[in-house]
Structures are given as C-alpha cells and as structure tokens.
C-alpha cells in the first residue's frame, strides 16, 4: 500500500526527517507516536504534498506509484485521505456540493459510475449520523464557522464518503474531547475491511484505547527509532519515552 524509504525532508532549510523508513500492507493500522517535535506532522504533510516541505532524499511509493511525483489532487486520486487536508472555510460552497464533487471525482477515477443527487444524499445523511453532526451541516458553508469538534466530525464524515485507501489521521489537537476521540476511533473502525489501510499519528496513547493498531511505531528526530505492537503504545504510556534514551520531558 505505502512503502516510505530513507526519507529525508526539510522545512524552512531544517532538516526535520532524517532517513525515515516505513512500510503498510492493505489493511493495516500502523499508530505513529513520538515526542513533541519529533517530525509526526511534517510527515503527514510531506505526504499530502504541502508546499514549503521539501524532499532532499528517499522514495515513497503509493501502491507502486511514485507518491512524491503526484501533485495533491492527485496523490487523492490515488486513494490518499489526508484528514487535515480540508480545513480551510470555502463559504457560499456547501459542505454537500463539496462532498458530492470530490465523491464523483473519486468514482470516476476508480472507473465507478458517479452517485445521483438521491444516492448521495442518503449516503451523506447515514454518515452525517455516523459522526453525530446534524443533518443541516451538509447545507452549511464548508468549514464556515464550525468549532473545533465539529471540523473533526466533518472530516471524519468526508473520510467515511471518500472511501479512500489510505487514511493519514494526525490527531494532533489537545482539545479534543472524549466525544470527538471516539467519534474518531469509530471513524476508523467503521472503514476497516481487511483493504483500507490507516497511519494515525497521535500525540496521546488515549486514542489507542479505541483504536487496535496492528503497530504501533516511535518517530524520534525525524525516523522511526523503534516499532512494536499495541503494547509499545501501553508500554510508552507507563513509562514515557525514557526507555529508549529519549528525553521525556518533550513528550506531546
Ligand atoms: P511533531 O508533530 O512530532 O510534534 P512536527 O513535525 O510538528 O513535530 O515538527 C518537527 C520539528 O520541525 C519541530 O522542531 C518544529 O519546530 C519544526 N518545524 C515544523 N514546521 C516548521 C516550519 N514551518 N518552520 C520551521 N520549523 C518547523
Ligand atoms: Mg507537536
Ligand atoms: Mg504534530
């Protein structure tokens, strides 16, 4: 699915990923946990191809496709959800006409026939429901003025409505609440099917006690230091990051 090797990148002339390695099958839950400024965010933005990260080595292949040659729109094409993709406000365009677009340009690129308005209306309201956003968010400018907790529903909503094939959470926010952690965990629970696959980069081992991740993996100075199965995670929580030589006190 996603084969990440040796990367390297910098923003703003520092160097932040120092020879990064990586590797997701289909269906995998890979957890990505580090101390605070260890380069989890600048990973998940390098991949979305946001401007200002540069790559200075290594390669990432998207299901055998040079991931890093893609431009955004069609790293998404390639079945590529990056959640902190969509934040900004587009008033005047509403949530569903935005949803409806990108769905049937996601379809046609996987060769399936677009959705009719009815078809995506109801798809839209069951997954309106799933993340517990009332059914009038669909009419309401994108991202305009929603609060913290509900930009995260509405990207979860998207995530459910994209079907994509690689999932990149960074669930980075301190404010969210228990309401919106599980919301999240059911997110990504709901959409695994043995196929998708989902790198979550958390800041906190609490998510983790809604999400089983297959593995779990310690990100410290720009590479993966150390990787293990959930009990890493509970391992991290109990002891921090000081086992590993890391200095705890920069622990997220
Ligand atoms: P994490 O998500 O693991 O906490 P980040 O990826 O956000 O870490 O940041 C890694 C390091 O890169 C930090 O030292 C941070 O200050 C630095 N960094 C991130 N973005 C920028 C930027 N735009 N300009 C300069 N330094 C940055
Ligand atoms: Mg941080
Ligand atoms: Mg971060």
Redesign the pocket.
């Known amino acids: 699915m996603l084969t990440i090797k040796n990367l390297h990148a910098r923003?703003?002339q520092?160097n932040?990923l120092n020879g990064l390695d990586l590797t997701i099958q289909p269906g995998e839950v890979h957890a990505i946990m580090?101390p605070?400024?260890?380069?989890?965010?600048?990973l998940g933005y390098v991949l979305s191809g946001r401007e200002?990260y540069e790559v200075l080595d290594g390669e990432v292949l998207l299901q055998g496709e040079n991931l890093l040659e893609l431009d955004i729109e069609e790293r998404a094409r390639h079945g590529l959800f990056l959640a902190f993709q969509y934040p900004v406000e587009i008033p005047g365009v509403s949530n569903m006409e935005f949803m409806k677009e990108s769905v049937n340009t996601m379809r046609q690129q996987r060769g399936e026939e677009p959705l009719s308005a009815a078809e995506f209306l109801k798809k839209a309201k069951a997954a309106c429901q799933q993340v517990k956003l009332p059914l009038d968010f669909l009419k309401r400018g994108v991202n305009e003025g929603f609060s913290g907790g509900e930009k995260k529903r509405n990207e979860i909503m998207q995530m459910i409505l994209l079907e994509p094939s690689l999932c990149i959470l960074d669930e980075?926010d301190s404010g969210l609440d228990v309401d919106a952690l599980q919301v999240v965990a059911n997110g990504v629970n709901s959409q695994r099917d043995g196929k998708r696959s989902f790198v979550v980069i958390t800041h906190y081992q609490r998510l983790l006690d809604y999400i089983e991740p297959d593995f779990v993996h310690i990100?410290a100075n720009g590479k993966v230091v150390k990787s293990g199965d959930a009990s890493l995670a509970k391992q991290i929580e109990k002891e921090g990051y000081a086992f590993l030589g890391l200095d705890s006190s920069e622990e997220?």
């Open positions: 923003v703003e520092k932040i580090g605070n400024g260890a380069g989890k965010s600048t200002g980075s990100l997220a």
